[in-house]
């Protein structure tokens, strides 16, 4: 089945821009989608369609997907944003849903 | 706006069936695609499966001989039942609706709060 891999933490100070990968095999044709997930919280969408933000989403929240690999970037890093962050895709060989490892976001 | 609600018992005992309810409210069962997730204490999501109501459903292997899903139209609630339970079965229990676009399932929104669900020996 389709395997995404995420790194298990991204550490980035406030003010600046993380970058959290996922990767998968040729991933670029696929739809990827993001979550956020807050301690103690439910999933929240944030990111659909590689690069479509859910309204009320901010504009910092942005994403890309090519090759072999896709990228949520969070500019303008806040405290708030410390979270686990999840990426995933619909497997249409398998007809299964598939989440990445999860990413924690460290804000220092 | 929908929103999903998870209930069950919070502690179930090793070898048993564990059965949990998700009710969703500001939307209709029919004509949507449902979805259950568990989550192992600091572990990531996983996938435990798929039903469209009144038709297909789709599991993750690893749990595909242990779970069943139904609905009740009525009630508009779904239920998820995972039979001989171990402490591997202990999780935050997701539901969430998945949404199809340009002819397939692409992503999950919303998402249910989540309920924690512990298998005791």
């Known amino acids: 089945s389709y395997v995404l891999t995420q790194p298990p933490s991204v550490s980035v100070a406030p003010g600046k821009t993380a970058k959290i990968t996922c990767g998968g095999d040729n991933i670029g044709s696929e739809s990827v989608h993001w979550y956020q997930q807050k301690p103690g919280q439910a999933p929240v969408l944030i990111i659909y369609f590689d690069t479509d933000r859910p309204a009320g989403i901010p504009e910092r929240f942005s994403g890309s997907n090519s090759g072999n690999t896709a990228t949520l970037t969070i500019s303008r890093v806040e405290a708030g944003d410390e979270a686990d962050y999840h990426c995933q895709v619909w497997d249409s060989g398998s007809e299964h849903v598939v989440f990445g490892g999860g990413t924690k976001l460290t804000v220092l | 706006q929908v929103q999903l609600q998870e209930s069950g018992p919070g502690l179930v005992r090793s070898s048993e069936t564990l059965s949990l309810t998700c009710t969703i409210s500001g939307g209709s069962i029919n004509n949507n695609y449902w979805t259950w997730i568990r989550q192992s204490p600091g572990k990531g999501l996983e996938w435990i499966g798929t039903m469209y109501y009144g038709g297909s459903t789709s599991f993750s292997p690893s749990l595909k001989s242990r779970v069943t899903f139904s609905a009740d139209s009525p009630k508009n609630e779904l239920s998820l039942k995972l039979t001989s339970v171990t402490a591997a079965d202990t999780a935050v229990y997701y539901c969430?609706?998945?949404?199809?676009?340009?002819?397939?399932?692409?992503?999950?929104?919303?998402w249910g709060q989540g309920t924690l669900v512990t298998v005791s020996s």
């Open positions: 969430a609706r998945l949404r199809w676009y340009s002819g397939r399932p692409n992503w999950l929104d919303p």
